[in-house]
Structure formats: structure tokens, C-alpha cells
């Protein structure tokens, strides 16, 4: 083999770029399927892969986009509703070469306009179409803004502790430091700031220079959603300390608990008083992976940058122009989600219900989870109000410690993997989202579609009970759901 290219010399960041939910139980999973094992795969905020049908007026105009000599057709009326033609209509009009040509880099301006107007319906305020980057999904719009603030090993970046493993993965990629802080899961996953506040002082004492602060909302791994309240909170700390928010609100349409709805950043900071209003340096993300359409694989995403100097804005443009522009679909799939059809439309009444849906069938799958984990011996799990997942903690038998030491193997993984050896569930342990030292969590998507999930859940059940009493602990349940 030849050498010019190996572990010793390719860029030592790579190797202490961590991303754990396609890590070691996702790779046994892979070889378990290889084998002709079944594996379901609940590692990963992956809708589509785990039964969730595509909304259908996106995929009709999706469609008609690819394929704009189906309008040609004397029989498209019979095909397709009048709204999905005369949306792909406009889609070609506004963008020259259709789905095949590139774009400016920031994405076609006819979908930044209809994000624009979207993010004013929804919080509000006028948004400059000029300050949204729309892009391969939200990672690469949250990496972008990330690679911006790091300019060396002593700058860092606030994350959410657990966080979702994009924040470390880039922050370790870019060379930067990691600033910690922990959420509070008694407190249902909760931020506070005094813990704000421990936390930059700490690293300051240490000389790393803090310069943004990423919260998830609702959060991924840990399902909580913020209230106005702390989000105000969140935002004074930052505007005090300098710090540029970065708001990662990709699951702003999933939420489950009606009394905690999603309020989005920049409706909080538009409710600030001055000069915070005009001065926190906002950064908010959304997608189409994510939500009832689940898109994962169409890969459009955007940030709209606010209160950020459009000399820095132009810099930003500088550097989405090396990649060209983003795939189309993903840009379309975007301004359908952004836009969707109205009320009389013909499509609306599909649509509404095929969303209402998804949603609802989500939130059932939310608290079916919770109250099932809760029954568990040695398990607690926080509600999910928000996203995709769930997040338990369970209190490891001190044998299964003593047999993960002795396999030198993290206890968490130790135990995903015995999971995925007797279930087939593939599930993230929680040190990938990393967590407070000598606690054990592991992340579970409630995606499985409710045919199935019944299923799931007495798997875990089963499987967490005869661990209870291999390793020592009681073998009982608290109650059955
Ligand atoms: C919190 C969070 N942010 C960003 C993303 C990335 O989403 P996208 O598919 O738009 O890149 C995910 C994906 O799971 C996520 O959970």
C-alpha cells in the first residue's frame, strides 16, 4: 500500500473528530444486517427509513420539477392537482434551468423570499431575504457558522451538554475548544443560568476565548422545549458576554406538549428590550429533514443570520460560493415547506391531514415511550415535549460496571450493545451526546411507525429486565403500561 496518506499523517483533527450515532453499536448494526439479522434502526432521526410516507404535495411538485415535460401531458389535470402544477410553474419560471442549473450560493432568492416570509409570519419581524443561506441540510449551514468563530485553539464555543454530536464533531474538526455546559434533567432537561454563568468563567479562567453559545430547541438528544422566559434568559447571557447565538431549531414543528409551544428566537428577541434587540448576534437553523415531512435525504436546510454585519455576511457568502450552490430539490422541498398550500387550496385538506398526522402519531409514540421507560426498573425518563427522541437514564448494577471495566468497553456502550445483540435495536448510547460524568443514558428515536411500535417498547422492556436480573438487579418492573 502505498503511504503517502495514513493515520500518522492526515490531519490529527479528523481523528479526534468523534460522531457517535453512526459510531460503534451504528457499525455493529451495519455488520448484524450484513449477516441477514434484523436490525431496526433507531439510531438516527431518519423518518423516511423507519415508514414515514412523504407529504404529497411536495413530492407532486417535486415531481413536475424533474420531469417538466409531464405538463406537456393533455392528461396532467387527471394526474396532478391544479395547485402542484401551477407551484412547479412558478418554481421554473423563477429558476432559470430548472432543477438541473446551479443557483446563487445562497440559494434561488424566489425560496429565500419564501423563507423570509415565513420567518415574519411566524415570529413577527421583517427577515432580508440577502441574510438566509439555504444549503445541504442544517449541518452544513451550522458548520459554516461554526468554522466563522473558531480562528484558533483557544476559541470556544458554548454547547449544550447532552448535546447532538454536529456541535462537537465541527468544534474538534475546526480546532477549537468545547465549552460545556450541563442541562438539568431533574429538572426536565431545564438550562439555567447560574450554570451559564460557572461555565464561561470557568473557561475563561482557563484563557479560552467564548465566542458563541449553540442551544437545540426542542432538544436533541434530551426532547425539552425552552420557555419564552428562558430563552430571554439565554439571550440577555449571551448579549452580555458577547456571544453570538447560534439557534438550532430544526425540530420547531415537532412538539408534543401543548402548554410548552415552541417560541422561536428571534420572536423572543424582538420582544427584548434595547439595545439587545439590535445588537444579539442571531444565528437560526431549520430544515426539511425534520418536522412532519422528515426529508431527511432531500438535504435543504438554511440559517438566517440577524443583527450580524453584512461585511461578515459577505464573507460568508465568499465561502458557501466554493461549494457552488445547494442540490435543488432540497431548495424546493424548502420553499414547499416554508409555503405550503392554504386553506381552499385543492391540495390543502391531503396535505393538513397527512401533516396533522404524522404529528399526532408522534406525540402518541412520545408519551407511550416515556411511560414505558419510567415503568422500568432503574430507568427514568424526562418527557418528551419536543423532537424526535428519547432519552432515559439508567442506573447501571454495579457488576455490569465491574464486566464493562474488565472489556474496557464505556458501560453505556456496553450496554446498547447487548441490546442490539438480543433486540436488534440499534440505539445511540448517551456518551456520544456526551453526559454529567457517572451517569448513563442511551437515545432512542420514536420514529418506528405505531404498527410497530408496541413492539419496540416491550423489546426494550424485555430486554432491560432480563439485564436487571443477569447483573444483580431486582428483575421487577414499577407498573406496567
Ligand atoms: C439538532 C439537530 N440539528 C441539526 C441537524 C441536521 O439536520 P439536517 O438534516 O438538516 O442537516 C439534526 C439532525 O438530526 C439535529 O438533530
Known amino acids: 500500500m502505498p503511504g503517502n496518506l495514513s493515520l500518522d499523517n492526515i490531519n490529527a483533527r479528523m481523528r479526534e473528530c468523534k460522531y457517535d450515532v453512526r459510531g460503534e453499536i451504528y457499525l455493529a448494526a451495519v455488520k448484524r444486517t450484513q449477516e441477514g439479522k434484523e436490525v431496526i434502526y433507531t439510531n438516527v432521526g431518519n423518518p423516511h427509513a423507519l415508514g414515514t410516507q412523504p407529504i404529497t404535495f411536495g413530492r407532486q411538485v417535486l415531481s413536475l420539477m424533474m420531469a417538466p ?3 406537456e401531458d393533455p392528461n396532467i389535470h387527471n394526474m396532478f392537482p391544479s395547485d402542484a ?7 421554473l419560471k423563477v429558476m432559470k434551468g430548472g432543477l438541473g442549473a446551479y443557483t446563487d450560493s445562497k ?3 424566489y425560496v429565500r423570499q419564501e423563507i423570509a416570509n415565513f420567518i415574519e409570519r411566524t415570529s413577527g419581524v421583517p427577515s432580508n431575504p440577502n441574510n438566509i443561506f439555504i444549503s445541504n441540510g442544517a449541518s452544513e449551514v451550522a458548520r459554516m457558522m461554526i468554522f466563522s468563530l473558531i480562528r484558533g485553539s483557544n476559541d470556544g464555543i458554548m454547547v449544550p451538554i447532552p448535546q447532538y454530536p454536529l456541535y462537537s464533531a465541527s468544534i474538534a474538526l475546526y480546532g477549537g475548544q468545547l465549552v460545556p455546559y450541563y442541562l438539568d434533567e431533574e429538572a426536565g432537561w431545564s438550562m439555567n443560568v447560574a450554570e451559564l454563568e460557572h461555565s464561561i468563567h470557568e473557561s ?9 453559545l ?5 432538544g436533541n438528544p434530551t426532547g425539552q422545549c425552552l420557555s419564552e422566559q428562558d430563552l430571554r434568559s439565554l439571550i440577555t447571557f449571551c448579549h452580555k458576554n458577547s456571544l453570538v447565538l447560534i439557534a438550532d431549531e430544526v425540530y420547531q414543528e415537532n412538539i408534543y406538549n401543548s402548554n410548552r409551544p415552541f417560541v422561536g428566537a428571534r420572536a423572543a428577541l424582538s ?5 439587545v434587540r439590535s445588537e444579539l448576534e442571531l444565528c437560526s437553523l431549520h430544515t426539511v429533514s425534520k418536522g412532519a415531512y422528515g426529508e431527511c435525504g432531500l438535504r435543504g436546510g438554511y440559517m438566517e443570520l440577524h443583527n450580524i454585519r453584512d461585511d461578515v455576511v459577505d464573507e460568508m457568502y465568499k465561502i458557501a460560493a466554493i461549494n457552488l450552490c445547494s442540490n435543488m430539490p432540497g431548495q424546493v422541498a424548502l ?6 398550500p392554504q386553506p381552499g387550496d385543492e391540495s390543502y385538506p391531503l396535505y393538513s391531514q397527512e401533516k396533522n398526522a404524522a404529528l399526532e402519531s408522534l406525540k402518541r409514540r412520545a408519551v407511550k415511550i416515556t411511560e414505558a421507560f419510567n415503568s422500568l426498573e432503574g430507568v427514568t425518563c424526562q418527557p418528551t415535549e419536543g423532537a424526535m427522541y428519547s432519552f432515559p437514564r439508567i442506573r447501571l448494577p454495579a457488576n455490569f460496571l465491574e464486566v464493562a471495566r474488565s472489556k474496557n468497553k464505556a458501560p453505556d456502550v456496553l450496554y446498547c450493545l447487548e441490546l442490539l445483540d438480543e433486540t436488534g435495536l440499534s440505539c445511540v448510547p448517551g456518551s456520544g451526546f456526551k453526559q454529567k460524568d457517572g451517569t448513563f443514558h442511551l437515545r432512542t428515536t420514536i420514529l418506528p411507525h405505531e404498527d410497530v411500535f408496541d413492539d ?6 424485555s430486554f432491560h429486565e432480563n439485564f436487571m436480573r443477569r447483573y444483580g438487579g431486582q428483575g421487577v418492573t414499577r407498573s406496567r403500561i
Do not use: D, S
Open 456 to 461: 419496540i417498547v416491550n423489546r426494550f422492556r
Open 107 to 109: 440559494g434561488n432568492p
Open 204 to 212: 475563561r479562567a482557563k484563557g479560552i476565548c467564548v465566542r458563541a
Open 335 to 340: 420553499g414547499i415547506m416554508v409555503n405550503p
Open 271 to 275: 420582544r427584548c428590550p434595547e439595545p
Open 69 to 71: 415535460f409531464l405538463m
Open 85 to 91: 402544477i401551477a407551484r412547479a410553474k412558478q418554481y
Open 214 to 218: 449553540v442551544f437545540i430547541n426542542p
